[in-house]
């Protein structure tokens, strides 16, 4: 029997190790798979989730988490202000909220004075990673921001491919992204994956799992999208990323 099923022994903790049926709360909520994977539903979509990974929830957002055995996964609440840029934002792993996360498990705070703390220490890594630093938007046309969600998830997937599955044609999506974002879909899903990995970034990772987190097959090619689109040389980004960045 996997450690972890131990959990659900406690029966008001049982959550944590099986998850739960649709819900919402009235704050931002984060989810935070701790070990093993999980399958979050939410808004309609579908994410799963892996040890460490992250997700910000804005109020009033109907969600289900299913964990798979073996794994377990937290879901703090947070204050009013610390909203998500979107009703649903996966984060990927952000090494400062794990720290965060980590430390809580170990000091097992039980009253609302002792969680306060680690709420307003999750609220200061959000704030902090929150800011987008190549300005994207959504699409607004129902089938063309679906796949615009699927490019982010899938970055190895071609615009003729997602076109295919969304049942339009490449030149459509084409001009639906630049009537609507101001931008070409391949520029569009690299600022989109570029912001992932500064928010890895400016979340404490280094810059090779900041490339991997945003689907980038190496970190010298995170380095030359960046330096492309911010300007910034690859020396300065490879020295001091979150510097360079402005983050500090």
């Keep these: 029997m996997p450690v972890t099923s131990l959990g659900t022994v406690v029966a008001e903790n049982a959550i944590r190790f099986l998850g739960h049926d649709t819900h919402q709360h009235d704050e931002p909520h984060l989810i935070y798979v701790v070990?093993?994977?999980?399958?979050?539903?939410?808004?309609?979509?579908?994410?799963?989730?892996?040890?460490?990974?992250?997700?910000?929830?804005?109020?009033?957002?109907?969600?289900?988490?299913r964990i798979d055995p073996g794994g377990m996964a937290l879901g703090p609440t947070l204050t009013?202000?610390?909203?998500?840029?979107?009703?649903?934002?996966?984060?990927?792993?952000?090494?400062?909220?794990?720290?965060?996360?980590?430390?809580?498990?170990?000091?097992?705070?039980?009253?609302?004075?002792?969680?306060?703390?680690?709420?307003?220490?999750?609220?200061?890594?959000?704030?902090?990673?929150?800011?987008?630093?190549?300005?994207?938007v959504l699409p607004t046309r129902p089938a063309v921001r679906a796949l615009a969600r699927e490019a982010?998830?899938?970055?190895?997937?071609?615009?003729?491919?997602?076109?295919?599955?969304?049942?339009?044609?490449?030149?459509?999506v084409q001009?639906?992204?630049?009537?609507?974002?101001?931008?070409?879909?391949?520029?569009?899903?690299n600022r989109a994956r570029m912001?992932?990995?500064?928010?890895?970034?400016?979340?404490?990772?280094?810059?090779?799992a900041a490339a991997r987190a945003a689907g980038y097959a190496t970190r010298a090619g995170l380095l030359r999208a960046l330096s492309r689109e911010s300007g910034i040389p690859v020396s300065a980004l490879t020295t001091d990323p979150v510097g360079a960045l402005g983050g500090r």
């Design 195 to 208: 912001n992932a990995a500064v928010e890895h970034l400016l979340g404490g990772g280094e810059l090779t």
């Design 152 to 172: 982010l998830r899938a970055p190895a997937a071609t615009l003729e491919q997602l076109a295919e599955r969304h049942r339009m044609s490449s030149r459509q």
């Design 175 to 189: 001009r639906v992204f630049l009537d609507e974002t101001g931008l070409p879909f391949t520029r569009w899903r």
């Design 35 to 65: 070990t093993g994977s999980a399958r979050l539903l939410a808004d309609g979509e579908e994410w799963q989730l892996g040890r460490q990974e992250a997700v910000w929830i804005a109020p009033r957002v109907p969600h289900a988490l």
């Design 80 to 136: 009013p202000d610390d909203l998500p840029r979107r009703r649903v934002q996966p984060l990927g792993v952000v090494p400062a909220i794990t720290e965060v996360m980590t430390t809580a498990l170990g000091a097992a705070p039980g009253t609302s004075e002792e969680v306060r703390p680690f709420r307003r220490a999750l609220g200061s890594v959000l704030r902090g990673i929150s800011r987008q630093y190549f300005p994207v």
